[in-house]
């Protein structure tokens, strides 16, 4: 079994250029030591501030990471993904040494704000070296590749971190600079050198508002908000979902593992799977599956249907994650990759920022009501993506994203003659 998964996994690899291996590589490493954010309310806590507080710096932290998606974009096609990603991450180090050092509520907001806006700057960067380095019929599978590198290193990471955190809480802040500076270095050695993206000087020239008038990619921002309110949920009101049937933190544990360990095994198959298909209606497709997992915790009393409804909704997000990000590169014009990645990864700041107190607000209500809602907004994401119902004729050729995420023409249908 070991033997078949390790050679499916050379089968799908092949053929990735070497950029694609050290964003992955990078990923892991920098997601590895990615252990401040997860750990940020107990070492407040311990260091004598209260829960208040303590909320309010995570919430200072999501928005920088909300902001950090447009500066990214337009750093990435104006100073290119090198410049820009090396940047970032040694700024990451040094903020997060200053959120370990400094006092008072004040500057512990700004801090937070400051470490989570120069840490999350490199992912349009990240998305921008994907689409142009990989071939398009390799991006689909170049971007799985990325994300199994970044779910292995975090996973890895919350493991090494809890037990650090017995230890230390500088030794988090600590091991967290050190892995951001690592990946600063190893992205201004390996990454390409170009200056500006191709079409930069021509996206110089282009209107924000081009971002916005863009309906395809309008959708798919939409659908980005309401999926990653739902999936959040994972970290705010599941464990107080399992709490409430009895069972222990160490089942909510488990519950995490058994997501990344999913998504871990499937990625790369998923993959090759949803390559064969539009990008809209995978993605579609996958809001469902989402919405029925987190549907079934309603009537999810027990350890074995909780695991169900994990197991369900984590193939619907590992299987979309990698079209949704390869389908915005492809919905960009030349030269503003990076600003189209942006507008996404502010989307899923934004989501970040919202999850836990519109989640925890509406759980109070009713619970089990709240897992149903949860479900139809995932229908309601599916319906958002859904391709709208085609004319009777094309009068001229368009592009459309493929099933890989790159583009390829769409000729006008010709009506038959009567």
Known sequence: MAATV?????REMAGLPRDVWVLA???FVNNFGSFVVPFLVLYLVHRGYGVGLAAHAVSAYAAGKMAAGPLGGFLTDRLGARATTAGAMAGSAMATMALATVSGPVAIMVTAGLTGLVSQLYRPATSAVLATTAPSRLRL?????YQLGTSAGTTAGLAVGGLAAEHSFLLLFT?????SLTWAVLAWRLLPGIRTLPGADRAGRLSPGVVLHD???ARLLAVTVLIN??????????????HRQGLSTASYALLLALNSGLVMALQLPAARLTSRWRPGPVIAATSVIIGMGFGLLALAHTAALLAAA?????LGELAQWPVAAAYVTSLAPPGMIGRYAGARSLCYGAALLLAPLAGTTLYDLNPALFWSACGAAAMLAAVVMAPPPAGPRRTRTSSEPSPSGGLR???SDTPARS
């Open 6 to 10: 390790i050679s499916l996994a050379r």
């Open 215 to 217: 309906r395809r990619l």
């Open 175 to 179: 091991g967290d600079a050190a892995t």
């Open 310 to 314: 994990v197991t369900i909704w984590s």
């Open 229 to 242: 309110l739902i999936l959040f949920q994972a970290q705010t009101t599941l464990p107080l979902w399992v």
């Open 25 to 27: 590589g990078g990923s």
């Open 141 to 145: 599978r170049a971007f799985s590749v």
């Open 409 to 411: 023409p769409r000729h």
